[in-house]
C-alpha cells in the first residue's frame, strides 16, 4: 500500500518541431544558470537548440530541467486539449513545478511537467469539473483521480497513445474488436489529456475550493481487496453506468459494474426493445439535470457548448455516413443498407455493432471503436438506437442515431455526482454509490 505522496511526470506537448513559452518568474538549469521570461525551443536531430527572452542560444543539448523558484511558474503555447474529440482545440496553459524539454532522434520534442501528486490532483479535478463546483464533488473527484492515477502506476502499466496500440479480442472474420488500454507512455506517466486524465496546470484554479478539495483528502484512497482501486469516470452515464468488462479488458472488476444512476435499482438493458424504450425515455436519475446554474459551476466552458449529454440525436445523410466509415476505416462499405446492435451491455451501450453494405460487411467493437467509426469526432457514447429513412426502392437516404450519456459510462459520472452533491450527499456517499464495495482509505 502507497505510504508517502509520489512525484508524477505530465506530457504536456509531444511530437513536436518547437516549443514556445515564457517563465513566469526565475528558473534554473542543472548547471545553475538562471533563466527568466518568453524562450523557444528548437529540435533537431536528437539535441535542442534552447533561445532566451533575448533571443541567445542558452544551450544546445538533448534534455533540459528547468527548476522553479518559489512561486514561480511556466506557460506554454499552442497546447492541444480535447485531442480528437469535438471540442478539440489549441490554448496558452501555465504550470507550476518543473519543465523538462527532451529531444529525440526523429527530430521532435517532448514538454513534460514534473510535479507533486496532490499539486497535480488540484489542476486535474480543476481542469475535469470548474473549480467552482460543488465541494463534496471536488472531493470526491480528488480520491477517484488519486485512485486511478496510483493504481495505473503500481500496475506498471500507464495509458498509451490510442491511435498507435490498441489492443484486440479474438475477433471472428470479418469481425473488428479492439480497445485501447494501458500501455506505457515512453518518456512519462500520464498524459494531459482526456485520455488520461485532463490537467491544464494552473490556468483552470480560480477557487480555493479545488485545493481545499485534495487537502481535506490528501492521502485518501479508493480501495477493494486490500488494493487501490483503478476508479473510472465518465462525464455523464445516461441513468444506468456500464460495466468494466464491455469497455477495456475481458475481467470484470466487481467496483466496476452497472448500476443505475438514482436511489432506486433500474434494470440492465437487454433487448433492442428495451434499448429503444431507455435511450426514448427520461428517467429520474441524477444525470438528468437541466440546471443550467449547476452546469455552469461544474462544467469548464469549452464542455458547457455540450447541452444534449443525457439524451442527443445525430442525423446523417445517407452519403456523409458513407465517407466518414470510409474516411475512418480505409473500408469502402459501398451504399450503406444498415447499422445493427448485435450485442448491448447494461447501460445501453453497445459492445459489437455490425454495419452493412452493397460491397461490405464487417463488425465492429468495442464502444470506442464504435463511436470513432461513426463521427468524425467521436459520437457522445454507444448507446444508441438507429432508424432508417428510404426511398422509394427500399435504399436509405437517411439515418437518425439517437443515444444516452456522454462518454464510457464505467465508474464515477461526472454531472451525476455533482446532482449528488448539489443535493446534500457527501463524497463518501458519492463514491460508494458509484464504487459499489469499495472503501476509503487514508494512506499517508
Known amino acids: ?38 524562450f523557444s525551443a528548437q529540435a533537431g536531430d536528437d539535441r535542442m537548440s534552447f533561445v532566451d527572452s ?19 511558474t511556466f506557460t506554454l503555447s499552442d497546447v492541444t486539449i480535447g485531442i480528437r474529440f469535438h471540442w478539440e482545440q489549441k490554448q496558452e496553459l501555465t504550470f507550476q513545478g518543473d519543465l523538462v524539454l527532451m529531444a529525440h532522434a526523429d527530430g521532435t520534442m517532448t514538454a513534460i511537467n514534473e510535479i507533486d501528486l496532490e499539486d ?25 483521480s488519486r485512485s486511478w492515477l496510483v493504481s495505473i502506476l503500481k500496475q506498471g502499466g500507464k495509458p ?3 491511435a498507435v496500440t490498441p489492443q484486440r479480442i479474438s475477433p471472428q472474420a470479418g469481425e473488428i474488436s479492439k480497445w485501447y488500454g494501458r500501455e506505457e507512455h515512453a518518456f512519462f506517466d500520464v498524459c494531459a489529456d482526456d485520455h488520461c486524465q485532463r490537467y491544464q496546470g494552473v490556468t483552470r484554479i480560480i477557487s480555493h475550493d479545488a485545493r481545499d478539495a485534495v487537502q481535506a483528502t490528501c492521502g485518501v484512497y479508493l480501495v477493494y481487496g486490500g488494493n487501490v482501486c483503478d476508479a473510472r469516470y465518465h462525464k455523464a452515464c445516461g441513468g444506468l453506468t456500464e460495466n468494466f468488462e464491455n469497455v477495456w479488458e475481458e475481467t470484470p472488476i466487481p ?28 428517467p429520474e436519475v441524477y444525470c438528468n439535470t ?36 470510409q474516411e475512418k476505416t480505409g473500408i469502402d462499405f459501398g451504399i450503406l443498407h444498415g447499422l445493427t446492435a448485435l450485442e448491448r451491455g447494461p447501460s445501453g451501450r453497445i459492445i459489437r455493432l455490425m454495419i452493412e453494405g452493397s460491397k461490405e460487411c464487417r463488425i465492429v467493437g468495442k464502444e470506442l471503436e464504435i463511436r470513432r467509426w461513426l463521427s468524425r469526432s467521436h459520437l457522445y457514447s454507444s448507446a444508441f438506437i438507429v432508424s432508417r429513412e428510404v426511398n422509394p426502392a427500399g435504399v436509405p437516404i437517411r439515418f437518425v442515431l439517437e443515444g444516452a450519456g ?15 452533491a448539489a443535493r446534500g450527499f457527501s463524497a463518501e456517499d458519492i463514491l460508494r454509490h458509484y464504487f459499489r464495495g469499495a472503501a476509503l482509505q487514508k494512506c499517508y
Not at 533575448?54 to 514561480?72: C, D, M, T, W, Y
Not at 438514482?262 to 440492465?268: E, I, N, R, T, V
Not at 469549452?302 to 445523410?317: G, H, L, N, S
Open 54 to 72: 533575448a533571443g541567445n542560444e542558452v544551450i544546445r543539448q538533448g534534455k533540459l530541467r528547468f527548476i522553479p523558484a518559489e512561486q514561480s
Open 406 to 420: 456522454w462518454g464510457h459510462g464505467v465508474g464515477l459520472c461526472q454531472i451525476g455526482a455533482a446532482v449528488m
Open 160 to 162: 498509451t497513445d490510442e
Open 255 to 282: 467496483y466496476l459494474s452497472s448500476i443505475s444512476d438514482s436511489a432506486l435499482p433500474s434494470s440492465p438493458i437487454q433487448t433492442g426493445e428495451e434499448a429503444i424504450k431507455w435511450i426514448r425515455s427520461s
Open 1 to 38: 500500500m502507497i505510504t508517502q505522496e509520489q512525484k508524477i511526470s505530465v506530457g504536456i506537448l509531444t511530437g513536436k518541431r518547437s516549443v514556445r513559452g515564457r517563465f513566469n518568474g526565475p528558473f534554473h538549469l542543472e548547471d545553475g544558470r538562471w533563466v527568466d521570461g518568453p
Open 290 to 325: 437541466t440546471d443550467v446554474n449547476l452546469m455552469q459551476q461544474i462544467l469548464p466552458s469549452f464542455d458547457q457548448e455540450t447541452t444534449d449529454f443525457f439524451r442527443w440525436k445525430v442525423v446523417y445523410a445517407r452519403k456523409e455516413l458513407e465517407a466518414i466509415l
Open 120 to 144: 497535480y490532483l488540484v489542476s486535474v479535478i480543476s481542469s475535469e469539473m470548474g473549480a467552482t463546483a460543488p465541494l463534496e464533488l471536488l472531493k470526491a473527484h480528488a480520491i477517484t
